[in-house]
């Protein structure tokens, strides 16, 4: 406990943005103006996933060892034949129909999963699949073929004491190249289906399957198993360079909110900016909560990892919009989420809540698990944003509130993890992603709106205050105003006193209405305007 103690002193020493190195002259957020300086999405990036098992050709010494068939393997003449030849694997078929599903690795549902296809001759099919090993209970996706040529894909299900099912999508037109990978984006309770190729992903299918398994489950997670399959006709073969499974930062970002210390202020550690950033997957039950980090001084997004929470009930959600700060007085890692867990059509009695949660361990990299619990507000609120305010002696939480539509509110309590009461609000305008910002010694909020604005309000008493103004806002006629300004100041030495990171509204083409899978992320330095 004191080594921690001591670990954790020094981390706030040297990592934390102290107030006395950003500037304390007075300065109102209405006289700042914030000018685009760079933008980025991440789709599916190879160069920002974090690997969790691959089946690699090359790498392979003894196949059969590494990768051997899932359940009971094939015996006879319909033995399919998996041979190296250098990077590639070559899957065959004898005189007879044939069918193989080889292990590559266990199974996360909040993971991406990528089989790449090369050349096919004769007639089957060739996908990924997920197994139960206890029961052969298992979801597949796969690619099918008719004479060399991919025809169509489908989403399959097989559940002991049950029909088999099947929903199947034609192959997208235009694709001329021989080689493409097949994409599955498992979101906890639904999957979406893509086909990649020349570096582009191209929507294929969706659905949701919680209503015939329910794949948060820790004991499902723990049994289920990751492989490649394939089923073919008589003298039928295929090739692979091999499949993966990452975590990724999916099709689009949003809900970009910095992790801080306790009374608000960013976390500077190592260089960079750490941010909780939402990692997109179709509707809201599918997002799930990324973890960023950034060198202010350049724009060079990392992903870091994913966080998902459990309640004590045996599941682990994909909870979002979080503001997550390190206490130094515990160690512990600490926050609020919204509970969007509870639109997942799993069958249970939930309903959407802020939830505070927390961690012993650092859980801003790779794949973390933080306990949760509700803070005790009644209502579907959205987008907390914390501090200890230390003159007041409270804890001060910001919220969106459920009220019709969206408005800031704040609450306080003496503990940050419950008893919370209304101190002011709610607004009267539509808000979102709201924050409590420090400019020059005097705390502000901020929030974004339908009225395609950044609003301004005085701390803690909500009156208005002005607007953010914006050089190239993330937004124009076309696409949503409702942003995160996720405004941070800076201590000298850096190109400019204040940076924002934010999002647009831009959904991934094809997606399903109710559809949430926006956006890129737009970076904006901030200077007194006039200067």
């Known amino acids: 406990m004191v080594l921690r103690s001591f670990i954790t002193t020094l981390l706030f020493l040297f990592s934390s943005l102290p107030e006395s190195a950003v500037s304390a002259d007075p300065v109102h957020p209405r006289d700042l103006e914030f000018r685009r300086q760079a933008v980025q999405r991440m789709i599916f990036d190879p160069s920002q996933s974090i690997p969790l098992a691959s089946l690699r050709p090359s790498t392979i010494i003894d196949f059969d060892l590494m990768h051997p068939e899932m359940g ?168 692979t360079e091999g499949a993966t499974a990452v975590l990724s930062p999916g099709s689009g970002q949003a809900d970009i909110r910095a992790i801080t210390d306790h009374e608000g202020i960013a976390l500077l550690d190592g260089g960079r900016l750490w941010f909780t950033i939402t990692v997109r997957g179709r509707a809201l039950p599918h997002p799930m909560q990324g973890v960023f980090s950034l060198n202010p001084s350049v724009f060079d997004l990392r992903f870091e990892g994913i966080i998902v929470f459990e309640m004590g009930d045996g599941l682990l959600r994909n909870e979002l919009a979080s503001h997550l700060f390190l206490d130094a007085e515990s160690g512990e890692w600490r926050g609020w989420t919204t509970g969007f867990s509870a639109l997942g059509e799993a069958g249970r009695d939930e309903n959407k809540t802020i939830l505070a949660v927390s961690s012993a361990r650092d859980p801003r990299r790779g794949f973390s698990i933080m306990k949760a619990k509700p803070v005790g507000i009644k209502g579907a609120h959205e987008d907390p944003h914390g501090i200890y305010d230390r003159n007041a002696g409270k804890w001060r939480l910001l919220l969106c509130e459920h009220h019709n539509k969206y408005r800031a509110g704040i609450w306080e309590s ?87 990171l934010m999002m647009d509204r831009v959904n991934f083409p094809g997606m399903p209405k109710p559809n949430w899978t926006y956006g890129a992320l737009y970076l904006y330095h901030g200077y007194p305007m006039g200067k």
Do not use: C
Request: no cysteine; net charge negative.
């Open 72 to 239: 009971d393997a094939p015996t006879g003449s319909g033995i399919v034949k998996w041979s190296q030849r250098g990077s590639t694997l070559s899957v065959k078929s004898g005189e007879m129909k044939s069918e193989s599903k080889r292990w590559v690795g266990g199974f996360n549902p909040f993971g991406g999963y990528d089989l790449s296809i090369g050349s096919f001759d004769g007639n089957g099919s060739a996908g990924i699949v997920f197994r139960d090993s206890s029961n052969g209970n298992s979801l597949a996706a796969a690619v099918h073929f008719k004479n060399g040529r991919p025809q169509r894909i489908s989403w399959e299900k097989e559940f002991e004491g049950k029909e088999p099912g099947r929903e199947e999508w034609p192959f997208p037109e235009g694709i001329t190249e021989k080689e493409f990978t097949l994409r599955v984006q498992m979101a906890a309770v639904g999957v979406n289906i893509f086909i990649e190729t020349s570096g582009r992903s191209i929507l294929v299918g969706y659905t949701d399957f919680s209503k015939d398994v329910d794949l948060r489950q820790v004991g499902l997670i723990r049994r289920y198993d990751f492989g490649v399959f394939t089923r073919l006709e008589a003298n039928s073969s295929w090739s």
């Open 414 to 500: 003496d503990h940050w993890d419950h008893g919370y009461e209304r101190l002011a609000g709610p607004v009267s305008m539509d808000s979102t992603g709201t924050m409590i910002q420090n400019f020059g010694g005097s705390r502000y909020v901020l929030f974004g709106s339908a009225d395609r604005t950044v609003y301004i309000a005085t701390y803690p008493d909500l009156k208005p205050a002005g607007e953010l103004h914006i050089h190239l806002p993330p937004w124009d006629d076309d696409n949503g105003t409702r942003i995160w300004p996720n405004v941070i100041p800076l201590p000298e030495g850096y190109p400019a006193p204040y940076i924002a």
